[in-house]
């Protein structure tokens, strides 16, 4: 049997674990040999007890919350050798002009500081040679209509990352950043959101939204030894939207 992509005998953190892309993460990651602890801000542990995790509650907006969940993982296993910093939210569709300056606050709270919170309170307790892998966006690579404060602050995330990565580079911990467009979760799927949605479906040159198992592997391919060259990055699980729009969706627009 192959040891490609193992991770036996690692402690993986993962924050927004409970669901969607931070739950698939762990369950490849337990599947790969590892120990992990998944986080959450409602009461998983009835599901970390189902799948072999351990479960620590986190509001990974407050920075207390994010250095207790390093302590304590490092406190249970002895070390931590990858964090993932998963945890997101959207709070406001909107154009910018009619935007409440308060989206951009609970956006940052959580989709900005809480990757700042899990690097700063996980690294000191991490081993060196480790790996952070931290979940943006598409929209931290482009601009999106109605979508200033979520853009803003995963924008802020490829930022954090690549200075992370070139801080952190002399102990061998590498951090990357993976930036998806809309993931088949619950976050996705609201009412505000299919517009959204539809438009990707159009638009995506592979025709589809992605799924978390989809981008959970990524997270499993950057969380293993095989890929120890990989710093820095901002790596894009999207269909092709960054490469351009669908030919379907060109016909249309040109058609017009």
Known sequence: MSDFFSLKDKVAVITGGTSGIGLEAAKRFLAAGAKVVISGRKDGTALADEIGASFEQVDVSSEESVKLLMEQAHGTYGKIDVIVNNAGANFGYNVLMDTDIVDFDKNFNINTKGVVFGIKHGVPLMNDGGSIINVSSAAGLQGVAYLAPYVASKWAVVGITRTAAVELGDRG???????????????????????????????????????PEEVAALIHFLASTDCNFI??????????FTAGMSINAYNTLAAE
């Open 173 to 211: 911990i590498r951090v990357n950043v993976i930036c998806t467009t809309s993931v088949n979760t619950p976050m996705a799927n609201t009412p505000d959101g299919q517009p959204q949605l539809r438009m990707e479906r159009k638009a995506v040159p592979l025709g589809r939204i992605s799924e």
């Open 231 to 240: 710093n820095g990055q901002a790596i894009a699980v999207d269909g092709g």
